[in-house]
């Protein structure tokens, strides 16, 4: 039952009587339900009508049957969700989870707090960071942004490799909008991008770019010996993302783009372990 079909229900408990105006237009079908059923009447009264009780014993045991019945104020999206919904994905979740490391001592500020994120990382391997409503978390040191966990969980053997010092933040594949929006917020802050060298993570990175104008992508010098190595032919296969990267006018993605075309193959980005230090092309 809709939240909004109980609160006219537990209206009609109280008053006896309930206007057909006043029934909003996602609890109409319900209550239409619930007035074939037997369980509310409706009368005509001037334009409209009036819906009033049938079987008051049948509502009551129908709302304690259906939904939640204590302090709604005191749920969480997600199980106020259930409560009304029975459906946990109805509920919006306005925090955001990140899994970060860190190469070297980077320091997060929140709020006039600060935090020692280096130092987490060597007393428990890895950090997280819960960014709730109101949080204002900010560093001013480098963010690597690394698509796959063995870069983060091993972040100190991968960026020793680059002499990148700062935050690595793993995005697991997809870079969620909320993640997006969340960066975006950050100031004076440097970002890199270090994504699979096929054509997901050069997509990636242009949609990335789109809010942060700033961003960097990371590629190797030797991502030429690279690619002739250990690339495989099956990473560019998606034909949408060859659109929107020929589509799009960013030097760096097209540059990358036309050496995965030249070999033929793209690269996992465990290959950076795999090459000599380098530097930033763009």
């Given amino acids: 039952m809709k939240n909004a079909t109980r609160n006219v229900l ?3 408990l ?3 009587r309930v206007t057909s105006s006043a029934v909003p237009n996602s609890a109409r079908s ?6 074939d059923q037997g369980f509310i009447d409706w009368e005509k009264a001037g334009r409209g ?4 009780i049938h079987d008051r014993e049948a509502i009551q045991t129908l709302l304690k049957n259906t939904g939640y019945h204590g302090q709604a104020e005191s749920l969480t999206p997600k199980a106020k969700a259930v409560a009304y919904h029975k459906d946990a994905h109805r509920g919006k979740d306005d925090t955001l989870l990140l899994m970060l490391s860190a190469t070297h001592e980077v320091f997060w500020y929140n709020k006039g707090k600060r935090v020692n994120l280096f130092r987490i990382v060597q007393d428990c391997g890895i950090a997280s960071l819960l960014i709730k409503q109101g949080d204002n978390w900010q560093t001013d040191m480098p963010i690597a942004l690394v698509e796959n966990k063995d870069l983060l969980v091993h972040a100190d053997q991968y960026f020793r490799q680059i002499e990148f010092a700062g935050s690595v933040l793993y995005y697991s594949g997809w870079i969620s909008k909320k993640t997006i929006a969340w960066l975006k917020t950050l100031k004076n802050t440097s970002i890199t991008i270090f994504p699979d060298y096929d054509l997901v993570g050069i997509k990636n990175y242009l949609i990335l770019k789109q809010g942060i104008p700033g961003l960097n992508l990371y590629i190797p010098q030797n991502l030429p010996d690279l690619l002739k190595r250990y690339g ?3 990473k560019l296969d998606t034909i949408s993302n060859r659109k929107m990267i020929e589509q799009s006018q960013d030097n760096a993605a097209l540059s990358l783009y036309s050496l995965l075309l030249k070999y033929g193959v793209g690269l996992d980005q465990e290959s950076l372990l795999l090459s000599l230090p380098g530097e930033l092309i763009y």
């Fill in 10 to 12: 537990l209206t009609l």
């Fill in 14 to 16: 109280e008053t006896q």
């Fill in 30 to 35: 319900e209550i239409q339900k619930l007035k």
């Fill in 232 to 234: 495989k032919s099956d």
């Fill in 49 to 52: 009508g009036v819906y009033t």
